[in-house]
Antibody
Framework: QVQVRESGPGLVKPSETLSVTCTVS??????????WGWIRQSPGKGLEWIGSIFYSGNTYYNPSLKSRVTMSVDTSKNQISLQVSSATAADTAIYYCFFSSIAYSLFDNWGQGILVTVSS | SYVLTQPPSVSVAPGETARIPCGGDNIGRKSVHWYQQRPGQAPVLVIYHDSDRPSGIPARVSGSNSGNTATLTIGRVEAGDEADYFC??????????FGGGTKLTVL
């Protein structure tokens, strides 16, 4: 059974780049039709989709974050990475990795999430 | 940009039926998905494509979508159903849109 798990620094300084990684286990990124990506949730708030990526590199980004977000796939490590540049306190959130096996437009499998705090 | 509107909270007694609305302009023309998020846990997909259930979701959980409102219905509510529920659609201009979420309280 395919699972995803997030990892990365829990604390990032303002103006620096926030980076988190999602490791896929139980299956290969390139041997499926799944879409992979990131959703975040600020403390006590709602859900915000960041973007989705296919193993070939095709990406879809949230228009409101597109200028600061980069997503990539490392097929050799079976990992998906997210970078958010020029981080501010508003980027403090739980970052969830997901994969979509039913359709690219919904999210049927989620990781447990990782809390990233932007603070000096 | 496309907006989904949910009430902040819905309360229901055990054994009763909970109905959680999700409002949007002509949402009936879109495919709506619903997620349950229990405290301290990641969201779980409970309804997709308006009314389909993923494996493992009980039949007492159902969805409908028409006009300007989609509705998640949970029958015979139990204490374990207490959670936040989010609706979601894919919009051609906004891409992924989530509703603000509804906290279901079981009295």
């Amino acid at each position: 059974q395919v699972q995803v798990r997030e990892s990365g620094p829990g604390l990032v300084k303002p103006s620096e780049t926030l980076s988190v990684t999602c490791t896929v286990s139980g299956g290969s990124i390139i041997s499926s039709t799944n879409y992979w990506g990131w959703i975040r949730q600020s403390p006590g708030k709602g859900l915000e989709w960041i973007g989705s990526i296919f193993y070939s590199g095709n990406t879809y980004y949230n228009p409101s974050l597109k200028s600061r977000v980069t997503m990539s796939v490392d097929t050799s490590k079976n990992q998906i990475s997210l970078q958010v540049s020029s981080a501010t306190a508003a980027d403090t959130a739980i970052y969830y990795c997901f994969f979509s096996s039913i359709a690219y437009s919904l999210f049927d499998n989620w990781g447990q999430g990782i809390l990233v705090t932007v603070s000096s | 940009s496309y907006v989904l509107t949910q009430p902040p909270s819905v309360s229901v007694a055990p054994g009763e039926t909970a109905r959680i609305p999700c409002g949007g302009d002509n949402i009936g023309r879109k495919s709506v998905h619903w997620y349950q998020q229990r405290p301290g846990q990641a969201p779980v997909l409970v309804i997709y494509h308006d009314s389909d259930r993923p494996s493992g979701i009980p039949a007492r959980v159902s969805g409908s979508n028409s006009g300007n409102t989609a509705t998640l219905t949970i029958g015979r509510v139990e204490a374990g159903d207490e959670a936040d529920y989010f609706c979601q659609v894919w919009d051609s201009t906004s891409a992924v849109v989530f509703g603000g979420g509804t906290k279901l309280t079981v009295l």
